[in-house]
């Protein structure tokens, strides 16, 4: 069945080049996430519904801030941690489905990674340059539905 001609479809992609991040600005990244998610599974706080949340601050550019019902500020995005990582964990271990790799955690690790680079990339190719760009990082588990954390653990850094 044809649509009728009088129907359009418009494009809502974002009008900008993707920028890598440099490899300093994603060392820095891996560098602040093992900490976090170390600290996090050290306090036996990986649980099913743990995220990295994530928030990113490009000079000169203003985009909108979304809050939760309970008045909390929602994140620019989020990754559930338990798609790379098994629940309960202390050391982290990798999730089941990395259990067929020949180094599952080393796996988890580089795919958990790479999304959270491609993710904050889209925040950062906003802007042609990476200094003043600041990201900050939460790891832990959030309350519902006031929204309120009940175990967080961040870390705010600037990119290189």
């Given at each position: 069945?044809?649509?009728?001609?009088?129907?359009?479809?418009?494009?809502?992609?974002?009008?900008?080049?993707?920028?890598?991040?440099?490899?300093?600005?994603?060392?820095?990244?891996?560098?602040?996430?093992?900490?976090?998610?170390?600290?996090?599974?050290?306090?036996?706080?990986?649980?099913?519904?743990?995220?990295?949340?994530?928030?990113?601050?490009?000079?000169?550019?203003?985009?909108p801030r979304g809050t939760f019902r309970g008045g909390c500020l929602m994140p620019d995005s989020y990754l559930c941690l338990s798609d790379w990582f098994k629940s309960g964990s202390s050391p982290l271990q990798a999730s089941e489905h990395y259990s067929s790799h020949a180094t599952?955690?080393?796996?988890?690790?580089?795919?958990?990674?790479?999304?959270?680079?491609?993710?904050?990339?889209?925040?950062?190719?906003?802007?042609?340059?990476?200094?003043?760009?600041?990201v900050e990082l939460w790891a832990g588990t959030r309350g519902r539905p006031e929204c309120e954390w009940d175990y967080a653990v961040d870390r705010k850094i600037e990119l290189p």
């Open positions: 069945m044809q649509p009728p001609n009088n129907l359009t479809m418009r494009d809502h992609t974002p009008n900008f080049k993707m920028h890598e991040l440099s490899n300093g600005a994603r060392q820095l990244i891996r560098e602040t996430v093992t900490q976090l998610l170390d600290k996090l599974a050290g306090d036996s706080q990986l649980t099913p519904e743990a995220r990295l949340e994530f928030w990113v601050e490009v000079p000169g550019v203003r985009h599952p955690l080393d796996e988890a690790w580089n795919d958990l990674l790479e999304e959270l680079y491609y993710q904050i990339e889209i925040f950062t190719s906003q802007s042609s340059r990476s200094q003043g760009v600041t």
